[in-house]
């Protein structure tokens, strides 16, 4: 109980005051001075006792109880039927006022049962007999523990005493916490309550001053700096950096977490009263714990990165440390073979990186007629890896050439990007591009953009020779020799696709939304397939024109369907014959309605 009151009580009253925090005292009864009568020297119970039991001569529980009568008269806290003169108090009894009240003691056998008969050469003789059980039983026989050379063993108040104030010891060690624990009442029976009982207990116990000191003072206090430290990261404030006070810290801490406050500061310490903030400045840093847990791992990994990216991107930037400088702008220059496994997802895309503004530099040393040539060249190559079967792709800009420079898989067969695109393919160049143009003029186009010959596959199976005429908005199907008016005008918002084989041949079929309505056929000039730049100058006309990329398809299955005959359900299938461009031949199907070659691949055209 006297650790008690000096934890709960006398302890912290006295730690306010210490601190310099306004602080009106509150009474509580002090257990001290009963301890003091029990076990202090030379005047206490236990020590008079002690002394009874090893002094020579007579001796007597009655002797005892007249000595304890003589020297603790004057104290308060002792009663017997001498010092009060009270009746009703026994001759053999004393009283101790306790702090739970009245304590009798009858002396009869005190010094009898004081006395420890087992003297320490016995329990010596027991603690050395080999066995770990006596060991057990008789500890007090090693003499390593003797701290006299009195043999005669300890009293039973001696042990008491030494018991407790190992206990204590141990205890002041700790923070310990208290469960006060009240009887209803004394007859061990449920649901009865007696209001004396319990209110007693209550008062011998200190509850009520503790509540009192608990009710006017601070449930939390802490250091002011180890406060700061630990709550700190609340608030960026405070974390990572602050040159303010401790006080003006912890009041932008506190505040961040809670409007009301009642902080109080003492001369070392930080005080607060109410449990709800303490709790959210505890949950607040919980919270925060995560994000700082956090980057410091993020920090760590990068700083263990490191030490495998560093010295591969040292080697790295000494190979291109001089490419700007280069004519050929690095493109020779060969990459680090042995990649560490934590970079092989960073240099692939440093790869792609440096192949992007490899083709962009190139790109840059082109004058402005050959970028928009490589527009084109390189618009073709998209349409041949069939980009635009649903996707669509940019090169308007530098950036938009070495983009697709860079990332384009063919599917169709290549075609030389060496090669120029001239746009007007005929015998007389000058005549054609006059006619082409006066051609272009029936539907209000002025510029003219390809033009070439066709041979054109017509609704009864038969070949014919035309010229195909590209324009702003429209593609035109114009006699072979411009002599006649123009055949067909075919508007770019009613084109559905464009379809070729996955072949280098020079065939394609121009899908028509219009049913019945779609072109069939080959563009060559003078053996030179013009089906690729046809459909990158279709496709650029088209987006210009309509806002949006026409889809162009490299068909993949054994046959193109069409429909030409200007009927619905009258489809028509355009059959692939391997030829000499696969190392073998075979011979058409059967009845075929037409046969149409170009470069060295024959195709099958039959009705469905």
């Given at each position: 109980?006297q650790?008690f009151i000096?934890?709960?009580?006398?302890?912290?009253?006295?730690?306010?005051?210490?601190?310099?925090?306004?602080?009106?005292?509150?009474?509580?009864?002090?257990?001290?001075?009963?301890?003091?009568?029990?076990?202090?020297?030379?005047?206490g119970?236990?020590?008079?006792?002690?002394?009874?039991?090893?002094r020579?001569?007579?001796?007597?529980?009655a002797?005892?109880?007249l000595?304890?009568?003589?020297?603790?008269?004057?104290n308060?806290?002792?009663?017997?039927?001498?010092?009060?003169?009270?009746?009703?108090?026994?001759?053999?009894?004393?009283?101790?006022?306790?702090?739970?009240?009245?304590?009798?003691?009858?002396?009869?056998?005190?010094?009898?049962?004081?006395?420890d008969?087992?003297?320490?050469d016995?329990?010596r003789?027991m603690f050395e007999?080999?066995?770990?059980?006596?060991?057990?039983?008789?500890?007090?026989?090693?003499?390593?523990?003797w701290?006299?050379?009195?043999?005669?063993?300890?009293t039973?108040?001696?042990?008491?005493k030494?018991?407790?104030?190992?206990?204590?010891?141990?205890?002041t060690?700790?923070?310990?916490?208290y469960?006060?624990?009240?009887?209803?009442?004394?007859?061990?029976?449920?649901?009865?309550?007696?209001?004396?009982?319990?209110?007693?207990?209550?008062?011998?116990?200190g509850?009520?001053?503790?509540?009192?000191?608990?009710?006017?003072?601070f449930?939390?206090?802490?250091?002011?700096?180890?406060?700061?430290?630990?709550?700190?990261a609340?608030?960026?404030?405070?974390?990572?950096?602050?040159?303010g006070?401790?006080?003006?810290?912890?009041k932008?801490?506190?505040?961040?977490?809670?409007?009301?406050?009642?902080?109080?500061?003492?001369?070392?310490?930080?005080?607060?009263?109410?449990p709800?903030?303490?709790?959210?400045?505890?949950s607040?840093r919980?919270?925060?714990?995560?994000?700082v847990?956090?980057?410091?791992q993020?920090?760590?990994?990068?700083?263990?990165?490191r030490?495998?990216?560093?010295?591969?991107?040292?080697?790295?930037?000494?190979?291109?440390?001089?490419?700007?400088?280069?004519?050929?702008?690095?493109k020779?220059?060969?990459?680090?073979?042995?990649?560490?496994?934590?970079?092989?997802?960073?240099?692939?895309?440093?790869?792609?990186?440096?192949?992007?503004?490899?083709?962009?530099?190139?790109?840059?040393?082109?004058?402005?007629?050959?970028?928009?040539?490589?527009?084109?060249?390189?618009?073709?190559q998209?349409?041949?890896?069939?980009?635009?079967?649903?996707?669509s792709?940019?090169?308007?800009?530098?950036?938009g050439?070495?983009?697709?420079a860079?990332?384009?898989?063919?599917?169709r067969?290549?075609f030389?990007?060496?090669?120029?695109?001239?746009?007007?393919?005929?015998?007389?160049?000058?005549a054609?591009?006059?006619r082409?143009q006066?051609?272009?003029?029936?539907?209000?186009?002025?510029?003219?953009?390809?033009?070439?010959?066709?041979?054109?596959?017509?609704?009864?199976?038969?070949?014919?020779?035309?010229?195909?005429?590209?324009?702003?908005?429209?593609?035109?199907?114009?006699?072979?020799?411009?002599?006649?008016?123009?055949?067909r005008?075919?508007?770019?918002?009613?084109?559905?696709?464009?379809?070729?084989?996955?072949?280098?041949?020079?065939?394609?079929?121009?899908?028509?939304?219009?049913?019945?309505?779609?072109?069939?056929?080959?563009?060559?000039f003078?053996?030179e397939?013009?089906?690729?730049?046809?459909?990158?100058r279709?496709q650029?006309?088209?987006?210009?024109?309509?806002g949006?990329?026409l889809?162009?398809v490299?068909?993949?299955?054994?046959a193109?369907?069409?429909?030409?005959?200007?009927?619905?359900?009258?489809?028509?299938?355009?059959?692939?014959?391997?030829g000499?461009?696969?190392?073998?031949t075979?011979?058409?199907?059967?009845?075929?309605?037409?046969?149409l070659?170009?470069?060295?691949?024959?195709?099958?055209?039959?009705?469905?």
């Amino acid at each position: 109980q006297q650790l008690f009151i000096d934890v709960t009580l006398k302890t912290e009253q006295s730690e306010y005051e210490a601190e310099g925090i306004d602080w009106v005292s509150i009474p509580y009864f002090d257990n001290k001075a009963i301890c003091d009568l029990i076990e202090k020297r030379p005047n206490g119970v236990l020590a008079m006792l002690d002394e009874e039991c090893v002094r020579p001569g007579d001796r007597s529980d009655a002797i005892f109880l007249l000595k304890l009568d003589d020297a603790l008269r004057k104290n308060d806290f002792y009663g017997s039927r001498m010092t009060t003169g009270l009746k009703t108090i026994p001759d053999d009894v004393f009283v101790i006022t306790h702090y739970a009240g009245e304590v009798e003691y009858r002396i009869h056998g005190f010094l009898d049962k004081n006395v420890d008969t087992l003297f320490r050469d016995l329990s010596r003789g027991m603690f050395e007999g080999g066995s770990d059980l006596l060991r057990e039983l008789f500890p007090e026989g090693d003499v390593a523990t003797w701290t006299t050379a009195m043999r005669r063993p300890k009293t039973a108040g001696a042990a008491f005493k030494s018991s407790m104030a190992n206990m204590i010891d141990l205890l002041t060690e700790m923070s310990p916490s208290y469960i006060r624990c009240i009887k209803p009442n004394d007859k061990k029976r449920p649901g009865q309550f007696d209001d004396l009982a319990i209110k007693h207990q209550i008062c011998y116990l200190g509850l009520v001053e503790n509540i009192r000191v608990r009710r006017a003072g601070f449930c939390f206090r802490m250091e002011k700096k180890a406060f700061f430290m630990r709550f700190r990261a609340i608030t960026k404030e405070t974390y990572p950096n602050w040159s303010g006070s401790l006080e003006d810290g912890i009041k932008k801490i506190v505040s961040k977490c809670s409007e009301d406050s009642q902080l109080a500061f003492g001369k070392t310490k930080v005080f607060i009263k109410d449990p709800k903030v303490v709790f959210a400045v505890e949950s607040a840093r919980d919270e925060k714990s995560v994000v700082v847990a956090t980057q410091i791992q993020r920090f760590w990994r990068r700083c263990h990165v490191r030490r495998v990216v560093d010295p591969y991107w040292q080697e790295v930037s000494s190979r291109f440390a001089q490419v700007s400088k280069d004519p050929s702008f690095g493109k020779n220059t060969a990459w680090p073979a042995d990649v560490p496994k934590k970079v092989k997802q960073a240099d692939t895309l440093l790869k792609r990186i440096q192949r992007s503004w490899w083709a962009r530099r190139k790109v840059l040393t082109l004058s402005t007629a050959d970028q928009k040539h490589m527009r084109l060249l390189i618009l073709a190559q998209q349409c041949m890896a069939n980009q635009f079967s649903g996707a669509s792709s940019s090169t308007d800009s530098p950036d938009g050439i070495a983009a697709a420079a860079v990332g384009t898989s063919v599917l169709r067969k290549a075609f030389d990007l060496n090669r120029r695109f001239h746009g007007i393919y005929a015998a007389d160049e000058a005549a054609a591009t006059s006619r082409a143009q006066r051609a272009a003029a029936v539907c209000k186009d002025k510029e003219v953009k390809f033009v070439a010959p066709l041979l054109k596959l017509n609704r009864s199976g038969k070949l014919d020779q035309r010229n195909i005429v590209l324009s702003e908005s429209h593609f035109l199907k114009v006699d072979g020799g411009f002599k006649a008016n123009v055949k067909r005008a075919v508007a770019f918002t009613s084109l559905r696709d464009v379809t070729i084989s996955p072949h280098s041949d020079s065939v394609l079929v121009l899908h028509s939304k219009e049913v019945g309505q779609d072109t069939v056929g080959s563009l060559e000039f003078n053996g030179e397939n013009l089906v690729p730049e046809f459909v990158a100058r279709l496709q650029q006309a088209y987006k210009e024109q309509c806002g949006q990329p026409l889809p162009i398809v490299v068909n993949q299955d054994p046959a193109i369907e069409y429909n030409n005959s200007g009927k619905a359900g009258q489809a028509k299938a355009l059959t692939f014959i391997p030829g000499q461009e696969d190392g073998k031949t075979s011979a058409p199907t059967s009845n075929p309605a037409c046969t149409l070659t170009s470069n060295s691949v024959t195709y099958n055209v039959a009705s469905k």
